[in-house]
T-cell receptor, first 111, second 113 residues
Framework: QKEVEQNSGPLSVPEGAIASLNCTYS??????FFWYRQYSGKSPELIMS????GDKEDGRFTAQLNKASQYVSLLIRDSQPSDSATYLCAVPRGSARQLTFGSGTQLTVLP | DGGITQSPKYLFRKEGQNVTLSCEQN?????MYWYRQDPGQGLRLIYY???????QKGDIAEGYSVSREKKESFPLTVTSAQKNPTAFYLC????????????FGPGTRLLVL
């Protein structure tokens, strides 16, 4: 089992819809989780972090964490074409907290 | 402006050549990281450094080398031993060892001639 797995996509949603991106992880001891957005040809930018079970909301973005199920998701409400990007889930590991990334889910929001 | 800079944006390597990718940060961050990204894939860790004059191998260190002589600089050398170097190389930093939020530079795309 990979350490961090994401639904491979690509995922297409119409403008204004909710986009749901999922990530599972193998290390039950993981305590923190990050979502990065990466536009084509660009570097990743951090959009959300979550540490506790439940939901964390930031504008149109909601991160959901379920440690018992080893599952973290990102919901994007009122999706816009500018949200079209690859979304990467990342989990820290080791003493230097180096990140392990999933392979990413490519999201396309259709106007 | 505080941030991470990487240069060059594009780099071409000939067979048997070593090339060096630059990464500089003015965020006063202690920890720095190098990742490699292949098309359609996530990022894989090459090397990381938690403090000046110290660095550790990541998951795919073979064919690469680094140095950390200054806090703000963490250059990556892709040696001739790296047989498949074509990729997008990303440098990141975090405030301190154990601090998990990492910020990325703009990346260097390496191509083989």
């Amino acid at each position: 089992q990979k350490e961090v797995e994401q639904n491979s996509g690509p995922l297409s949603v119409p403008e204004g819809a909710i986009a749901s991106l999922n990530c599972t992880y193998s290390d039950r001891g993981s305590q923190s989780f990050f979502w990065y957005r990466q536009y084509s040809g660009k570097s990743p930018e951090l959009i959300m972090s979550i540490y506790s079970n439940g939901d964390k909301e930031d504008g149109r973005f909601t991160a959901q964490l379920n440690k018992a199920s080893q599952y973290v998701s990102l919901l994007i409400r009122d999706s816009q074409p500018s949200d079209s990007a690859t979304y990467l889930c990342a989990v820290p590991r080791g003493s230097a907290r180096q990140l392990t990334f999933g392979s990413g889910t490519q999201l396309t929001v259709l106007p | 402006d505080g941030g991470i800079t990487q240069s060059p944006k594009y780099l071409f390597r000939k067979e048997g050549q070593n090339v060096t990718l630059s990464c500089e940060q003015n965020l006063n961050h202690d920890a720095m990281y190098w990742y490699r990204q292949d098309p359609g894939q996530g990022l894989r860790l090459i090397y990381y450094s938690q403090i000046v004059n110290d660095f550790q191998k990541g998951d795919i260190a073979e064919g690469y080398s680094v140095s950390r002589e200054k806090k703000e600089s963490f250059p990556l050398t892709v040696t001739s031993a790296q047989k498949n170097p074509t990729a997008f190389y990303l440098c990141a930093s975090s405030m301190s060892s154990g601090t998990e939020t990492q910020y990325f530079g703009p990346g260097t795309r390496l191509l083989v001639l």
